[in-house]
């Protein structure tokens, strides 16, 4: 029987998003020393889960349709969808009230992510804290405006794996 993880409150400061030792597929989000949230990827079952929620990654059904869902486990609605751009990095992350965000990859010499809301103002930076390719550490800001958004946790964790599956896919990308 596996033990459950115990998850802390997202919070105001500096957060670390990192491969959990040599596995490209579990990722685990920290604010200093407590784990936030955790994102494992398979090809069974994709999850991303903190203290609030644990949800399921899906690719909608559609053929040409890129989409990712983010469903709680324990419904069949979104609670988030993810529209990555076609040919660039970075994408669309649609909340289930109509609520959206911008994700946008480091120009050709940055290395900072940023994710901003439907009016153009910051949610966070996310530069890349590792050394040598591909990635494997960002860090991530979270201000008090940013905290207090409701569904903050899954907007972070979304993004998270956002950029994590935008570096799987492609490794040499500034991501």
């Known amino acids: 029987m596996r033990t459950p993880i115990e998850f802390c409150e997202l919070a105001v400061g500096e957060l670390t998003l990192s491969s959990d030792g040599e596995s490209r597929d579990s990722w685990k989000l920290q604010h200093d020393e ?8 398979s090809p069974e079952a994709t999850r991303v889960r903190g203290r609030s929620g644990c949800w399921r990654v899906e690719r909608a059904r559609h ?3 890129r989409r990712l869902l983010f469903r709680p486990v324990d419904t069949d ?5 993810y529209y990555p751009r076609h040919l660039l990095p970075g994408g669309t992350l649609a909340l289930s009230d109509e609520h959206w965000f911008e994700l946008r990859p480091p120009g050709v010499f940055g ?11 910051e949610f966070t930076r996310i530069p ?3 050394q040598g390719w591909p990635a494997r550490e960002w860090l991530l800001h979270l201000d008090e405006r940013s905290a207090s958004e409701p569904a903050a946790l899954l907007v972070v964790l979304a993004t998270c794996y956002a ?3 935008d570096q799987a896919q492609n490794p040499l990308s500034t991501g």
């Open 77 to 81: 609605e979104p609670m988030a969808s």
């Open 163 to 165: 950029i994590v599956a």
């Open 128 to 130: 890349i804290s590792s």
């Open 111 to 121: 290395k900072a992510w940023k994710l901003s809301d439907e009016e153009g103002r």
């Open 63 to 65: 053929r040409l349709d």
């Open 34 to 41: 407590e784990l936030v949230g955790h994102i494992q990827r």
